[in-house]
């Protein structure tokens, strides 16, 4: 069997796939992408089991196919080739790979595609359509603010709860918490689930600046298709804390300033932070934060004072700079406010402008102030 194809087009669709394959797979045939060509239409699929992508390019094939093909030998080979029609055949019996090119030829071993693992099956879904930047946005909001902490799995990912024609995206590793929601989607469905941090890593990077998404979902498995692309990613079995227990409800004093001068504030006093805390110390009077961080192992000392509009009692409050600084990057606008209640309790962090039809709450637990 031999087929034809642009090298250039084949490497960026191989690049899409590659998402999903890893080095270090328990199944060696995961460390192969499997080609299944019908007609003129090649589909190309990576998986880990967790997480597979499938993408679809247009070729000229004297025959159908089904084989695996090393990953990393194959994107190698294709990286040092200039864009140029290539021809790659297939023998049917040992599935032996030959490449041809302008430059030469190249041969190695597939494998019989029958053993590739099959992908999830949708079976039993729900689907709900949604704008590709609204998903990619709620993603870089709350994917970071997931723990690494395998042995609390629900944390791991982001919870995705879809209320009708409204989702929110919820994000946590006990220290801070991200809560994304938007509406303007298409949806009957009232349901949720927890999406893997690694999926949804590889999603905000595939997904296109504009157009629809279709999310399809059961009880094992979520679904993705936009453009020539599927993903499917499997769920995480568990279940997400009860976040909005965590979230204070009267927060009467009210912090604003200006997002940039913070930010660029934080940044030079964590400098002198202890590198094992972080911890900024907020001292908060009318019309005046200060900053103020040290580190007495290496006698460093800074402190720095801002305006502000604050209402509420004046407080001393602790926050790790590093939390405080993630929270920020995933905010927009030009100022925002922080709600506090005492110095014990979470404050909460959100701009103070936001987009119709979005809401971004930001929570960050304090420190204890020695």
Not at 235 to 252: G, H, M, Q, S, T
Not at 289 to 309: G, K
Request: a negative charge; proline letters at 5%.
């Amino acid at each position: 069997m031999k087929f034809s194809v642009s090298s250039g087009d084949l490497l960026k669709k191989l690049q899409v796939a590659g998402g999903a394959v890893a080095s270090n797979n328990v199944l060696p045939i995961l460390e192969n992408f499997l080609f299944v060509i019908s007609g003129d239409k090649l589909t190309i699929t990576g998986s880990d089991l967790e997480t597979t992508i499938s993408t679809e390019l247009s070729v000229k094939s004297d025959d159908d196919i089904n084989v695996a093909i090393p990953a990393k030998m194959l994107i190698d080979t294709l990286k040092e080739l200039p864009d140029q029609p290539i021809s790659i055949t297939v023998d049917h019996d040992s599935f032996g790979v030959s490449i041809s090119s302008s430059s030469g030829n190249y041969d190695f071993s597939g494998r019989d595609g029958a053993e590739f693992p099959q992908p999830p099956r949708q079976d039993d879904v729900d689907s709900i359509t949604l704008e590709s930047s609204l998903l990619q946005k709620g993603i870089n909001k709350t994917v970071f603010a997931t723990s690494p902490d395998e042995l609390r799995p629900a944390m791991t990912g982001v919870f995705f709860q879809i209320d009708f024609g409204k989702m929110t995206l919820v994000a946590t590793d006990a220290q801070k918490l991200v809560r994304y929601t938007f509406s303007d989607i298409e949806s009957d469905v009232s349901d949720s689930f927890i999406l893997p941090k690694k999926g949804l890593n590889l999603l905000k990077n595939l997904l296109p600046g504009e157009g629809d998404v279709t999310l399809s979902f059961n009880k094992a498995n979520a679904f993705l298709s936009f453009g020539d692309i599927n993903v499917a990613c499997r769920l995480i079995d568990a279940r997400f804390p009860d976040y909005e227990n965590v979230i204070p409800k009267d927060n009467p004093n009210e912090l604003t300033i200006s997002h940039s001068e913070f930010k660029s504030a934080l940044r030079r006093t964590s400098i002198y932070a202890n590198k094992t805390t972080n911890q900024i110390i907020f001292d908060i009077t009318a019309n005046t934060l200060t900053l103020s961080s040290q580190d007495t192992d290496f006698s460093y000392n800074a402190t720095e004072r801002m305006m502000c509009t604050f209402t509420g009692e004046p407080m001393k409050i602790g926050f790790n700079a590093k939390f405080l600084l993630e929270l920020l990057n995933a905010t927009e606008g030009d100022e925002i406010i922080i709600k506090l209640s005492t110095p014990q309790r979470p404050g909460l962090m959100s701009p103070v402008e936001q987009m119709d039809g979005e809401d971004i709450l930001m929570l960050v637990m304090p420190l204890i102030l020695r």
